[in-house]
């Protein structure tokens, strides 16, 4: 079994439209990531969670939120998607604490929207 | 800021040739580093990582040594197979602030 999941893995919707992508882990990690992944870009950071309490603003946050609904679940909503929101969408985990800890990635969500 | 600056693809290479992607980095402080591989429809998986100056990661072959005084982390692999196709990231996190570069397309043709 996939230790972080994604749902959905694949979604089209129309500019203006509500979109929730969750993310569950079974890792028993603290800290919780999404990313979204555009070609030439890379990777870059919408938001991070350590703790269920706890919510922080990543690189590109405009246009977001989130919600660490419990330790295992953090979801990633738009609240208005726009076209260039079209993207892959990955959530990752980490266990707390020190710079060496390696994050562990979900199979991403592909998010287009119309 | 901190970033991190890889080099840009695709490359394509022909089974059991020598593979490098280099990797520069700009950071505050003492970052650790990382190399993450994404195969075709997958999420990201640590390939290897350094947490000080002149570790070496190594892993399925491949290798990448944490060089401070050039600021880099070029990955290396001796003799890449078809399966070696894949994306490759560089990344660097430093505190909580993880940071990576665009990624590199290698394909491995038979």
């Known amino acids: 079994d996939a230790d972080v999941t994604q749902t959905p893995r694949n979604r089209i919707t129309k500019t203006g439209k509500r979109i929730m992508l969750e993310c569950s882990q079974t890792?028993?990690?603290?800290?919780m990531y999404w990313y979204r992944q555009d070609p030439g870009l890379g990777l870059r950071l919408i938001y991070y969670?350590?703790?269920?309490?706890?919510?922080n603003k990543g690189e590109i946050s405009d246009g977001y939120s989130v919600s660490r609904q419990a330790q295992a679940k953090f979801s990633l909503s738009l609240e208005s998607a726009i076209p260039n929101q079209t993207a892959l969408y990955f959530c990752?985990?980490?266990?707390?604490?020190?710079?060496?800890?390696?994050?562990?990635f979900g199979p991403g969500t592909r998010l287009t929207v119309l | 800021g901190d970033s991190v600056t890889q080099m840009e693809g695709p490359v394509t290479l022909s089974e059991e040739a020598f593979l490098t992607i280099n990797c520069t980095y700009t950071a505050t402080g003492y970052p650790s580093l990382f190399w993450y591989v994404q195969y075709p429809g997958e999420g990201l998986q640590l390939l290897l990582k350094?947490?000080?100056?002149?570790d070496k990661g190594s892993n399925k072959g491949f290798e990448a040594t944490y060089r401070k005084e050039t600021t880099s982390f070029h990955l290396e692999k001796g003799s890449v197979q078809v399966s070696d196709s894949a994306v490759y990231f560089c990344a660097h996190r430093n505190n909580n602030d993880m940071r990576f570069g665009a990624g590199t397309r290698l394909t491995v043709k038979p």
């Open positions: 990752a985990t980490s266990p707390a604490g020190g710079t060496y800890n390696e994050q562990f």
């Open positions: 350094a947490t000080k100056a002149d």
């Open positions: 969670s350590f703790d269920v309490k706890d919510i």
């Open positions: 890792k028993g990690h603290d800290r």
